[in-house]
T-cell receptor, first 106, second 115 residues
Framework: QQPVQSPQAVILREGEDAVINCSSS?????VHWYRQKHGEAPVFLMI?????EQKGHDKISASFNEKKQQSSLYLTASQLSYSGTYFC???????FGTGTSLTVIP | EAGVTQSPTHLIKTRGQQATLRCSPI?????VYWYQQALGLGLQFLLW???????NRGNFPPRFSGRQFPNYSSELNVNALELEDSALYLC??????????????FGSGTRLTVV
């Protein structure tokens, strides 16, 4: 029931781009994304409510393919502050993905 | 505006004891969610409360229970503590209802250690 995220971990240099994928075996009616820094609470990034929707702010954006039961989070021109663990969540089923650890190095 | 507050920050209990964790949601939020985050693992859904009622629970034994008060604050009770209950317990709140239109705001968590 838990969405599967890929990759599990990624290391980037500042300025590089990354894509984090979230796939569910169940229908996704909405997807939300969070970032959790070490020792801190998860912080809400964005929510996508319908298939085909794309959202973004700053250099972080996401897309939602309802038919494929997938969502992707795009981080462009990564900054050191982007480091953390990213989780996708399926609000209607209360489950969060397996998590992706992202580390940005200078 | 105050965020989601959880207390205590840390809690150490002995195996077999009971633990009570508390959560105050953001003002205006009627839904409260509880999650368990064991070390190095993801967020495991425990319970959802809305308007004072338990609306859904995850795949956890009945010794994990809770309630929501009229002011929408909530407490999580864990009875007959086991060593594997050691984890960070996160509370989140959101605007209520069954709709999926809102994100969660998380508290900083209670670190429960069972010895």
């Amino acid at each position: 029931q838990q969405p599967v995220q890929s990759p599990q971990a990624v290391i980037l240099r500042e300025g590089e781009d990354a894509v984090i994928n979230c796939s569910s075996s169940k229908a996704l009616y909405s997807v939300h994304w969070y970032r959790q820094k070490h020792g801190e609470a998860p912080v809400f990034l964005m929510i996508l409510l319908k298939g085909g929707e794309q959202k973004g702010h700053d250099k972080i954006s996401a897309s939602f393919n309802e038919k494929k039961q997938q969502s992707s989070l795009y981080l462009t021109a990564s900054q050191l502050s982007y480091s953390g663990t990213y989780f996708c969540g399926t609000r209607s089923q209360f489950y969060f993905g397996t998590g992706t650890s992202l580390t940005v190095i200078p | 505006e105050a965020g989601v507050t959880q207390s205590p920050t840390h809690l150490i209990k002995t195996r077999g004891q009971q633990a009570t964790l508390r959560c105050s949601p953001i003002s205006g939020h009627t839904s409260v969610y509880w999650y368990q985050q064991a070390l190095g693992l993801g967020l495991q859904f425990l319970l959802w409360y809305d308007e004072g009622e338990e609306r859904n629970r995850g795949n956890f034994p009945p010794r994990f229970s809770g309630r929501q008060f009229p002011n929408y604050s909530s407490e999580l009770n864990v009875n007959a503590l086991e060593l594997e209950d050691s984890a960070l317990y996160l509370c989140a709140s959101s605007l209520g209802g069954t709709g999926a239109n809102y994100g969660y705001t998380f508290g900083s968590g209670t670190r429960l250690t069972v010895v």
